[in-house]
């Protein structure tokens, strides 16, 4: 069936430091991808989608790019704040499901 | 503007007591709606889904069960909790057809004892 993989289960930086949450999916055909941000104690917000190949998502500094030929969707963002500290999850659109990855928590070193 | 409103926000119930968790969403007609349950520190499992009035479609079984006895309501309940059932529910609505984005509501906070 249709999976998603993240790999990293936690990542600690430091302010202004550049991220990278690894997204690696498994699905036949072009699933529509998702990034959502999840802070504690709330219902997860969507950052933003892609459905082509090549196609780049961004939203709040944060940005993705569809790769059909690596099967990813890894997270970026150039510099991060104390605010971005949050759990972070990767999934795909799998006819009326979502399928999510495991989530990925970023801490944000004093 | 679209509103998803959950209630109640918080219960704690004990074990072997019925559930009921409710769901409205405000300014959007035959959404489709969605369940969620997430474990302290996990991820997201999806329940049940549904796009009309009616009609439930189970996702996964645990021991719960789902209705929506109106467009704009979606019903999660249980008639015998379990200590498994503790965690986060989370209702979640999107515009019909298959390719679109879910938005979630502020979620219920379940503690069973």
């Known amino acids: 069936g249709d999976s998603v993989t993240q790999t990293e289960g936690q990542v600690a930086l430091s302010e202004e430091d550049f991220l990278t949450i690894h997204c690696n999916y498994s699905?036949?055909?072009?699933?529509?991808l998702f990034w959502y941000v999840q802070y504690p104690g709330e219902g997860p917000q969507l950052l933003f989608r892609a459905s082509r190949d090549k196609e780049k998502g961004s939203s709040r500094g944060f940005e993705a790019t569809y790769d059909k030929g690596t099967t990813s969707f890894h997270l970026r963002k150039a510099s991060v704040q104390e605010s971005d500290s949050a759990v972070y999850y990767c999934a795909l659109r799998s006819n009326y499901q979502l399928i999510w990855g495991s989530g990925t928590k970023l801490i944000i070193k004093p | 503007a679209q509103t998803i409103h959950q209630w109640p926000v918080a219960e704690i119930k004990a074990v072997g007591s019925p559930l009921s968790l409710g769901c409205t969403i405000k300014?959007?007609?035959?959404?489709?709606l969605y369940w969620y349950w997430q474990a302290t520190g996990g991820t997201l499992q999806q329940l049940f889904y549904?796009?009309?009035?009616?009609?439930v479609e189970s996702v996964v079984q645990l021991n719960l069960s789902a209705s929506r006895p109106k467009d704009d309501q979606f019903i999660l309940s249980t008639e015998k909790l379990l200590l498994s059932h503790s965690g986060f529910y989370l209702c979640?609505?999107?515009?019909?057809?298959?390719?679109?984005?879910?938005?979630f509501g502020p979620g219920t906070r379940l503690t069973v004892l």
């Open positions: 979640a609505w999107s515009l019909g057809g298959r390719s679109y984005e879910q938005y």
């Open positions: 549904s796009i009309t009035v009616g009609q």
């Open positions: 699905a036949s055909g072009y699933p529509t």
């Open positions: 300014g959007k007609s035959s959404p489709n």
